[in-house]
């Protein structure tokens, strides 16, 4: 029997303080109702809890993202709408205007209406705004480059594979537009990168293409607007300002940049690109556009169905920009139901399981103090030996 060292005293403490730890740790995760409160809890599970709900606040600006994309999308098709509704009143007097009943004097006056709608068309196109940004003059249009400064892009369809392309335009004596493989070397020199015409339009065979051309008068100068449709799908339109400057080989460069890039994911690259054509009376094919005579009003039918199908594709455009944001919603909320379920499985505490813990811990924790008790008292019988 020994009185400065008492063992069982020791051993008794030991016992005590891992059950008052032990009781600690089941408080803090009843108080808190998270099974992971410190990373000492479970290193792995903490770190993976730790990136998922770092993922949960992120997915939530995801879902903030996608409902302001539909805004601007829906922004953007409502002033589409306007346009056309206009663009349908010049065609009704496109046919009025061609009836051999019409004077002079009436068709002037319905080339009044006209001069007025086309100013209204390109006043949208100018002023159409979301977030003080300009969405129908073509700021979020996918742009595209030539090599030449006479001869501009104004625009090109969604089908069209973005990339840098060499051909050959050149007109005719009769005044149509053809395209031409470039026949230059595109793995070395100048070239080396570029893509051959029948890259960019599937095929290049007169019967499988589609080459328009309109021409407008613009005081002492005329230019010409070409729509190219390819075999793929591809329809590419440019604005030649100066045919006889249309050089040998035509860089174009169709990259698609200009795009709005909508971030509907939480990881790099995942983003959706919403481009939104050019509105405006040239791009639409109705720069010229004279009802003051017969010719001009025959000439103007097919200049407003022109128009009439830029905007039908436009709007179908926007349609299914839409439509892809709103499954890209209904994704997101399921997406986060299943990550918010996997982090409750993970750190989230079993309240029964951790109560039946907790009253253990509990009784353990009494019974220590008890024994704590009684092992101090053993060293007191020592004095019996002392009498």
């Not at 100068?221 to 249309?246: C, F």
């Amino acid at each position: 029997m020994k009185i400065n060292s008492n063992i069982t005293a020791y051993i008794t403490n030991n016992a005590y303080s891992q059950s008052e730890m032990r009781l600690s740790n089941s408080t803090g995760k009843l108080s808190s109702g998270y099974r992971l409160n410190k990373s000492g809890d479970d290193p792995a599970n903490f770190a993976i809890a730790s990136k998922m709900r770092a993922m949960i606040k992120g997915l939530d600006k995801v879902k903030t993202n996608t409902t302001t994309g539909m805004s601007v999308i829906q922004t953007a098709e409502a002033a589409m709408q306007e346009t056309q509704s206009m663009i349908q009143r010049m065609n009704e007097l496109s046919i009025k205007a061609s009836n051999g009943t019409m004077s002079s004097s009436d068709r002037q006056n319905i080339q009044d209406e006209v001069k007025q709608l086309l100013k209204e068309i390109d006043r949208i196109a100018e002023t159409t705004e979301f977030n003080g940004m300009k969405l129908l003059n073509g700021t979020f249009n996918d742009r595209g480059y030539t090599s030449n400064e006479k001869i501009t892009v104004m625009d090109y369809s969604e089908e069209t594979t973005a990339g840098k392309y060499a051909i050959n335009l050149t007109k005719g004596s009769d005044g149509n537009y053809t395209v031409k493989k470039s026949e230059v070397d595109t793995t070395t020199g100048k070239y080396a990168g570029y893509k051959d015409a029948d890259k960019l339009f599937g095929t290049v065979d007169p019967a499988k293409m589609s080459i328009t051309t309109e021409t407008v008068n613009y005081d002492d100068t005329s230019v010409d607007y070409v729509t190219i449709k390819g075999y793929n799908g591809t329809e590419l339109r440019v604005k030649v300002e100066d045919s006889k400057a249309l050089p040998d080989i035509l860089e174009l460069d169709l990259t698609g940049k200009g795009s709005m890039r909508l971030q509907v994911g939480t990881e790099e690259g995942e983003v959706i690109s919403a481009s939104i054509p050019l509105m405006t009376t040239e791009a639409m094919g109705l720069a010229g556009l004279d009802m003051t005579t017969k010719e001009g009003s025959y000439k103007a039918i097919d200049q407003v169905n022109t128009a009439l199908e830029y905007v039908n594709r436009a709007r179908s455009r926007m349609g299914a920009y839409e439509n892809r944001l709103e499954n890209t919603d209904s994704f997101l909320d399921a997406y986060n139901e299943d990550i918010n379920t996997s982090l409750s499985r993970i750190q989230d505490t079993d309240m029964a399981e951790e109560m039946t813990e907790f009253t253990n811990m509990q009784i353990l924790s009494q019974a220590g103090i008890s024994m704590l008790a009684q092992a101090n008292e053993a060293p007191q019988q020592a004095l019996q030996l002392l009498q």
